[in-house]
């Protein structure tokens, strides 16, 4: 199909394609996609996830990058679904032709997302918009791993925090290297992130604070909030910021913003 369109895998774009059908099944039955459910997907490719998604008669809004894909994608698919060229995320934000065609509906992510954006367009959509119900998305093995790792542990990071505060982390599949034309060197996974019923306030405060936090990591809290802060019940001043639940941050983001103390 690329060799008819005069086009190649794109490294800088991130570009390996998802042919599995077994796995893009998968993805898609995680979803739990109905009959006219609003579905965004980023970086369609050639059109694979795409098409299984129409087979389940979703209304689609795909995003692509690439010039000479979205041009296949045009000829492929027509007027079936909603075809944006362009990048995803604008100044770290959700393009707004993406918004625009949302239009105010519910709706999921499902994509196999290109590497260099999957994690800030999750926690972009986690944060700010509320209106997705769920992403159902291929990422890179380690960074799945991140996104459901436990305190204390060497994946817990900023990441970790800013997803799981939000939402519910689920494992649906790893994914293997032979799955992708061309093959990638490293191993993938399809997660599935639901965000949770009540969502916390100050979400962009509270993700500035942390990663303010874990910029100095290897520090102790009392070194790094000032040891005149009231720390929570169970949190020491020698403690660290990998060793911290959500729970903790929570109190101490509290106790530091209403103190007016500064990272």
Not at 222 to 248: K, N
Not at 255 to 261: A, I, N
Request: hydrophobic share 40%; glycine share 8%.
């Amino acid at each position: 199909m690329l060799d008819e369109y005069g086009l190649s895998p794109l490294h800088k774009l991130g570009q390996n394609f998802l042919h599995d059908h077994n796995i893009i099944g998968k993805l898609v039955d995680a979803s739990g996609v109905q009959e006219g459910e609003l579905v965004v997907e980023v970086g369609p490719g050639t059109g694979a996830l795409t098409e299984a998604l129409l087979e389940r008669g979703c209304s689609v809004i795909a995003c692509e990058l690439d010039k000479g894909l979205t041009g296949l994608l045009q000829d492929k698919f027509g007027n079936t679904i909603t075809l944006i060229h362009g990048d995803c995320l604008q100044k770290k934000k959700l393009n707004p032709e993406i918004i625009e065609a949302i239009d105010g509906r519910t709706w999921k992510l499902v994509s196999n997302l290109p590497y260099q954006i999957a994690s800030p367009l999750m926690v972009g959509i986690l944060a700010e918009h509320q209106t997705c119900l769920g992403q159902y998305v291929t990422i890179q093995y380690e960074v799945a791993q991140r996104l459901m790792a436990s305190v204390n542990s060497s994946d817990w990071g900023v990441l970790s925090i800013l997803v799981q505060r939000l939402a519910d982390v689920e494992l649906i599949t790893k994914v293997p290297n032979t799955c992708f034309w061309p093959q990638p060197k490293i191993t993938s996974a399809c997660v599935g992130v639901v965000p949770k019923p009540v969502q916390p306030v100050n979400s962009v405060e509270f993700a500035l604070f942390v990663t303010a936090l874990f910029a100095k990591r290897r520090k102790q809290i009392g070194t790094i909030i000032g040891r005149d802060v009231a720390l929570p019940e169970g949190v020491t001043e020698d403690m660290r910021p990998a060793t911290l639940t959500i729970q903790q941050l929570e109190e101490i983001y509290t106790t530091v913003k209403t103190s007016e103390g500064q990272i």
